[in-house]
């Protein structure tokens, strides 16, 4: 098989490759360790199968196009299902008993499921061209592009589909006593938590580079360039350290005062307690220096290096937050938001490295403070 043989037909065999990892996963044919690698690669396969059909669709034929919106709303559909089931964790008593079936918790379940339906069908807004034309008056992307239209909409429904079950039943999923309980009972899955955000790491770089256009009508080095990921000056990487401290300082007095602000409003605040029973199994050297790696750097390239270049940064920065919505609450969400607007000016007017490096720093003093037991 010759070189030219693979750069043309690159998005076919992505497509092939991908969909060979999820038949090995769903069959169970591998396990241990490689099989929890395989694993990690299916939430980033979703997208990369869709971005390859968009190619096809422009360099094939035009039947890819309803191939690629088909895998589309399989992925907004996939999507609203777990997010409707991690909110209904957070519902639904852990030992469930179907005559203690109340009309409450029946009604709570029904809003949940109809406020998943509402946020999926708005995101899909985003295949109206005159929606799209009156976006690109602000926006540095091509309202007439299927790549475009494509990403909007999936940036839609990933903004406002995770948020509803916070706001249905005021509990981040993540944080419920029921998730938590069976978290901690699962000692497995601590255990191998170092593990899953180094294997979800590659995936995510693999994902966004390959998305971003790599060997199917970009260079390697032009998707890095792209991507935003150069190599950073030293005064760029001092100023990366010194704005993750100056971050850390700043919002050890913004948290409280937003959660006050969101307590007088009456919404539920983020229950620390329950986080740190959530990071528990990251509490270790290892676990705060992957678990910073991982966010800072898989965060930074797929929303700051893939999408702020198209979309500007208000767009990602909300998708950004949102991605938070089950491990925190409103305060929290604000906060992610916040950071995410200086991560994103750092990215604006340097690289993504840069952003990359504040982003982990910033974290790894975070997991730091937690790992000694102090607030943050």
């Known amino acids: 098989m010759s070189l030219e043989f693979c750069r043309r037909h690159a998005p076919e065999l992505l497509i092939a490759f991908f969909g060979l990892i999820f038949l090995v996963v769903i069959s169970g044919a591998v396990g241990g360790e490689a099989g929890a690698f395989l694993t990690s690669a299916l939430n980033v396969a979703l997208f990369v199968v869709l971005a390859m059909l968009v190619y096809l669709a422009n360099n094939r034929h035009p039947a890819f196009r309803w191939a690629a919106v088909l895998w589309l709303l399989v992925l907004i559909g996939a999507l609203a299902a777990a997010t409707a089931g991690f909110g209904a964790v957070a519902i639904l008593p852990?030992?469930?008993?179907?005559?203690?079936?109340?009309?409450?918790?029946?009604?709570?379940?029904?809003?949940?499921?109809?406020?998943?339906?509402?946020?999926?069908?708005?995101?899909?807004?985003?295949?109206?061209?005159?929606?799209?034309?009156?976006?690109?008056?602000?926006?540095?992307?091509?309202?007439?592009?299927?790549?475009?239209?494509?990403?909007?909409?999936v940036i839609l429904a990933m903004t406002l589909i995770p948020p509803v079950p916070l706001l249905v039943t005021g509990i981040p999923p993540y944080l419920s006593p029921q998730f938590l309980?069976?978290?901690?009972?699962?000692?497995?899955?601590?255990?191998?938590?170092?593990?899953?955000?180094?294997?979800?790491?590659?995936?995510?770089?693999?994902?966004?580079?390959?998305?971003?256009?790599?060997?199917?009508?970009?260079?390697?080095?032009e998707t890095l360039e792209r991507l935003g990921l150069v190599r950073p000056t030293g005064k760029?990487?001092?100023?990366?350290?010194?704005?993750?401290?100056?971050l850390v300082a700043a919002f050890h007095f913004i948290d409280p005062v937003l959660a006050a602000l969101v307590g007088w409003l009456g919404l539920p605040v983020t229950d620390m307690e329950a986080v740190n029973r959530l990071f528990a199994g990251?509490?270790?050297?290892?676990?705060?220096?992957?678990?910073?790696?991982?966010?800072?750097?898989?965060?930074?390239?797929?929303?700051?290096?893939l999408l702020q270049p198209r979309f500007g940064i208000l767009l990602p920065v909300l998708l950004f937050a949102s991605l938070h919505a089950f491990q925190y609450s409103w305060d929290g969400l604000v906060s992610v938001f916040l950071a995410g607007i200086i991560f994103a000016y750092i990215r604006r007017y340097s690289n993504t490295t840069t952003s990359a490096i504040t982003h982990t720093v910033y974290d790894l003093v975070l997991f730091s403070l937690l790992m000694a037991?102090?607030?943050?």
């Open 94 to 153: 852990a030992e469930f008993d179907p005559e203690m079936t109340g009309p409450a918790l029946a009604a709570e379940v029904a809003l949940l499921l109809l406020g998943v339906l509402a946020a999926a069908l708005a995101s899909l807004i985003g295949f109206s061209r005159r929606f799209r034309i009156w976006l690109a008056g602000y926006l540095p992307f091509d309202p007439d592009s299927l790549l475009h239209t494509v990403a909007l909409v």
């Open 181 to 221: 309980d069976f978290l901690l009972e699962s000692g497995d899955l601590l255990a191998d938590t170092v593990t899953l955000n180094a294997y979800t790491l590659f995936w995510t770089l693999i994902g966004s580079f390959f998305i971003a256009g790599a060997c199917v009508r970009r260079t390697p080095r």
């Open 236 to 246: 760029q990487i001092v100023l990366a350290v010194a704005t993750a401290f100056a």
């Open 282 to 305: 990251t509490l270790t050297l290892p676990g705060i220096v992957v678990a910073s790696v991982a966010a800072g750097f898989g965060e930074e390239v797929s929303i700051r290096g």
């Open 373 to 376: 037991g102090m607030s943050f």
